[in-house]
């Protein structure tokens, strides 16, 4: 039997990693196979095609008619994550599963053990699709420069907005190359340029986008030199990203710090559970629990307060 649970364990563990391999080598995103019939078509052309099951079709239906699958479904777009909102729950749940059976054999076989295995499984997806996430906007605001000056170029070249941005999906790299391309199909469909924007800008949520978004849309309107206008707001741009760069060279220390004193009682508290249970366990004696509690509790608030307060002074809006 226990041959077995260490095999599961190790199973679910091997699925798991094939899992993020996999969605992290697909060439293509699945977003794309969800703007019709023409662009599924391309997508099975570039080898982006999957199969996928019954079981695996239905309980992404369900998961995606929640709000809550709505707020998953938009996460994994933003993080490009090529997961669709059932599979992530699906990846959860092994994720759950997996850790839990780890650390249920290696605590001594212990429920508290499992439970503690479980939470850390819960959170593993999630702290890998947010940190995803922040890199890719990241990433796409570094980049927003470059297009503005390459968008101003073709503009002043004689390049409508849309052509501009058809030279941007082809030009430059990704991430944004594969945003624009997006707008650009969704264009050759029948969908607005406005609305196509306000698309990417739902996928994209950055301040400096939304600029960019509302210059274009308002020179739509009322007309105006766009070209004038998207070159001023590239030098503003550049200004606020060489800022914030320097902003967060001088806050890493700051926030490394309270992210690493915050999780360092629970960390311990974990080793300890497993290295030396009955050290641990004296502070919850008979004759000390009434201090223990107390010392629990007056830990798990110090700590929420000092990670608030050093996470406030770190953050500064530019």
Do not use: H
Not at 239 to 245: L, Q
């Amino acid at each position: 039997m226990t041959i077995f649970l260490i095999g599961g364990g190790a199973l679910v563990v091997v699925l798991l990693i094939i899992g993020i391999v996999v969605s992290l080598t697909s060439e293509d995103s699945l977003v794309e196979a969800r703007l019709g019939s023409y662009i599924e078509e391309e997508y099975k052309d570039a080898g982006g095609e999957q199969g996928t099951s019954m079981l695996s079709d239905w309980v992404n239906a369900r998961v995606e008619k929640t709000e809550w699958g709505g707020g998953i479904s938009r996460t994994l777009a933003q993080a490009n994550v090529k997961l669709r909102p059932g599979e992530y729950v699906a990846l959860i749940v092994i994720a759950v599963i997996g850790t839990a059976l780890i650390t249920w054999m290696l605590g001594g076989r212990d429920t508290v053990s499992a439970l503690i295995g479980a939470v850390v499984g819960f959170f593993l997806p999630r702290m890998y699709v947010n940190r995803q996430r922040q890199q890719r906007l990241q990433a796409f605001n570094d980049q927003l420069p470059d297009m503005l000056s390459l968008m101003v170029n073709g503009l002043r070249a004689g390049f409508s907005p849309a052509q501009a941005m058809e030279a941007i999906s082809r030009e430059m790299p990704a991430p944004i190359s594969d945003e624009f391309r997006r707008v650009v199909q969704e264009m050759q469909l029948g969908i607005s340029m406005p609305q196509a924007l306000g698309n990417m800008l739902r996928r994209i949520p950055s301040d400096d986008l939304d600029l960019i978004i509302t210059a274009i849309n308002v020179q739509r309107e009322v007309g105006g030199n766009l070209a004038e206008i998207l070159d001023t707001i590239a030098y503003t741009i550049r200004e606020r990203i060489r800022i914030k760069g320097e902003i967060r060279v001088l806050t890493a220390q700051v926030m490394y710090s309270g992210r690493f004193l915050a999780l360092l009682p629970f960390i311990l508290s974990s080793i300890l559970w497993f290295a030396n249970r009955d050290y641990l366990m004296s502070v919850f004696a008979p004759e000390t629990r009434l201090c223990g509690i107390a010392i629990v509790i007056t830990v798990i608030i110090l700590v929420s307060l000092g990670y608030f307060i050093m996470t406030r002074i770190a953050d500064i809006e530019v």
